[in-house]
């Protein structure tokens, strides 16, 4: 009796030692993810339900914040110890931050251990780079095109646009379809009020980036948007855009402007507001005009995944990363008319077999030199809102363009010696 329930005790010991590790190792990973509009964009959805279909053993916990507030409420957020795993560097300022204070993981020895191929990235790997050392893989690649309204060029019987118009070419034009008074007037082109809007002249030119490069760059561009506006008057100025708040994706959707120049990511508006019987605009796109004699270039965003330097689950973090950023994303990317920082052959098929995108032109989606709108930078933030003062007052005829320019340059050196 006694040997029986030896050998009995032993067997349930032995049982414990094999069975309760099993269940334990069958408990799935809570990566915590962060990234904004979640619900409201949608394709985040699809490439978490399928990275979680692809990982039964990884389980996503979303946290959703509006575009406008995730910058500031992330850092928030990880001052503050919380366990956010994997999140989106939503641009190069935040991502030049996350960097300078060590909140984020380099991942070059992920990289060479696992082999990943980063050719698809191309010229986007570049922008992922802070002292040679890569700390985020490129999740989109949004860069500026140029969109144009069909119908309004055919009711002037004008050529639409092509991938190599020129900025002279481009006043002409919004100029040749300015044209009437009141509700039934047309309009040549929007040019928004974003200091984007109006410095993506300047970084054509190949003169460096708005941190260390000389600001005289922005003179011709903004001399340009100024003669549009205030004396060719083929877009409505600045101040009135301002003081109305008016936004590029309404006025363009109403179908009396006839070219705005924007991010890749309008493509997704479009479709998305035209499946929702929003508009009836017959759009295409070319690539962003040049200037003449000059190598074309157009600027843009990367918006990289990272891992929180603080994770406690690096390798379930490393494989949504890879997802994320890698084919299997981006062409879940490319089905909703997002540009991902992964393109090849396979994705831009994916692009094409979209309704209603005007694959007509598809190599408006292809550009070897895409600059940043602000490099990751420490002194980016600080630098990016003094320019935009300025290009306010120059815009708004408060300032004259040169004079600008040169308190431009006065006030980088200030903040500059500040923050030595």
Same mark, same amino acid.
């Given at each position: ?16 030692? *094999? ?5 334990? &190792? ?27 279909? &692809?990982?039964?053993?990884?389980? @996503?916990? *979303? ?19 919380? %366990?956010? %795993? ?15 204070? !060590?909140?984020?993981?380099?991942? %070059? ?15 986007? +790997? ?84 708005? @941190? ?19 004396? $060719? ?10 003081? #109305? ?27 998305? $507001? ?6 009836? @605009? ?34 379930? &973090?490393?494989?949504?990363? !890879? ?21 090849? %052959? ?18 408006? +989606? @292809? ?24 290009? *306010?007052?120059? #815009? ?25």
């Amino acid at each position: 009796m006694r040997k029986s329930l030896l050998t009995f005790c032993l067997l349930a010991a032995l049982l414990s030692l *094999v069975i309760v590790p099993s269940a334990q &190792a069958q408990e799935p990973i809570t990566l915590k993810f962060a990234c904004w509009d979640y619900e409201l964009n949608g394709y985040d959805m699809t490439l978490i339900a399928e990275f979680e279909k &692809a990982n039964p053993d990884i389980k @996503v916990e *979303v946290y959703d914040m509006p575009a406008s507030e995730y910058p500031d409420k992330m850092l928030i957020i990880l001052a503050g110890g919380e %366990d956010i %795993d994997v999140f989106y560097a939503k641009d190069p300022t935040m991502y030049g931050g996350l960097v300078l204070r !060590k909140q984020i993981m380099p991942l %070059d020895e992920l990289i060479a251990r696992d082999g990943v191929d980063l050719s698809g990235y191309g010229g986007n +790997l570049e922008n992922v780079k802070v002292d040679d050392t890569i700390y985020g893989l490129p999740y989109r690649g949004d860069f500026w095109i140029l969109f144009y309204n069909k119908d309004l060029f055919d009711r002037f019987g004008i050529p639409y646009p092509t991938n190599e118009m020129t900025w002279t070419e481009f006043q002409e034009t919004a100029k040749a379809l300015t044209s009437g008074e009141g509700a039934s007037k047309t309009y040549g082109t929007y040019i928004h009020t974003w200091a984007s809007t109006y410095f993506v002249f300047g970084l054509q030119k190949h003169m460096g980036d708005l @941190v260390e490069g000389p600001y005289s760059m922005l003179e011709d561009g903004l001399n340009l948007a100024y003669q549009i506006q205030m004396v $060719d008057k083929s877009a409505a100025d600045y101040a009135t855009n301002r003081a #109305m708040g008016a936004h590029y994706r309404g006025l363009f959707e109403q179908g009396n402007i006839g070219m705005l120049y924007m991010g890749t990511w309008y493509m997704q508006a479009l479709l998305h $507001d035209k499946a929702q019987d929003l508009h009836d @605009v017959n759009w295409g796109i070319v690539r962003l005009p040049q200037w003449e004699g000059i190598e074309h270039a157009t600027i843009g965003n990367v918006t990289p995944v990272v891992i929180n330097s603080k994770t406690k689950h690096k390798e379930a &973090a490393w494989k949504l990363v !890879k997802f994320l950023s890698g084919t299997k994303g981006a062409s879940i990317l490319a089905e909703n008319m997002i540009v991902p920082g992964y393109l090849d %052959d396979s994705v831009f098929e994916k692009f094409a077999e979209v309704e209603g995108f005007p694959s007509e032109n598809m190599e408006a +989606l @292809v550009t070897e030199t895409v600059y940043m709108e602000w490099p990751p930078h420490a002194l980016s933030g600080l630098l990016g809102k003094m320019v935009e003062e300025e290009i *306010v007052l120059a #815009m708004t005829g408060n300032k004259s363009i040169e004079q600008a320019i040169a308190d431009m340059e006065a006030r980088r050196e200030e903040i500059i010696l500040l923050n030595q």
